[in-house]
């Protein structure tokens, strides 16, 4: 077990660290920018529309659960590539696990986003 001694310093960093990765997420990554604009317009539906405390939580909770999925989807298959640059059947299917946790936030993200809005605009 490491017994380092508590740093703010450190902790600091690791805010650096991971504000950093989430800058390259969306600088390298297409399917992330994707993403971001598919939670920006959610985000400016749910104002316009003014969307209930509830619906914001549900919002917003699918919106980080499709980013964090993204971010280890693209996470694995970075690592994946340097473990293994030339096609291996056991990367391929941790990278195929890996999109289909991504397809099924994605799937909620549309489904919870169904629920708010289509009464809304429609109804």
């Known amino acids: 077990m490491n017994n380092q001694q508590f740093s703010i310093i450190?902790?600091?960093?690791?805010?650096?660290?991971a504000?950093?990765?989430?800058?390259?997420?969306?600088?390298?990554?297409?399917?992330?920018?994707?993403h971001l604009f598919a939670a920006l317009a959610a985000i400016a539906l749910s104002f316009y529309l003014k969307i209930s405390r509830i619906e914001w939580i549900a919002v917003l909770s699918v919106i980080s659960m499709v980013f964090v999925a993204e971010i280890i989807?693209?996470?694995?298959?970075k690592?994946?590539?340097?473990?293994?640059?030339?096609?291996?059947?056991?990367?391929?299917?941790?990278?195929?696990?890996?999109a289909a946790a991504v397809l099924v936030a994605a799937i909620l993200a549309a489904a919870v986003g169904a629920i708010v809005f289509i009464p809304k605009l429609f109804l």
């Open 10 to 17: 450190d902790r600091i960093r690791s805010f650096k660290y």
């Open 19 to 34: 504000f950093n990765g989430l800058k390259l997420f969306f600088i390298n990554d297409h399917n992330g920018r994707v």
């Open 73 to 77: 989807n693209s996470s694995i298959e």
């Open 79 to 98: 690592l994946a590539d340097v473990v293994s640059p030339d096609y291996h059947p056991k990367i391929k299917m941790v990278k195929d696990l890996a």
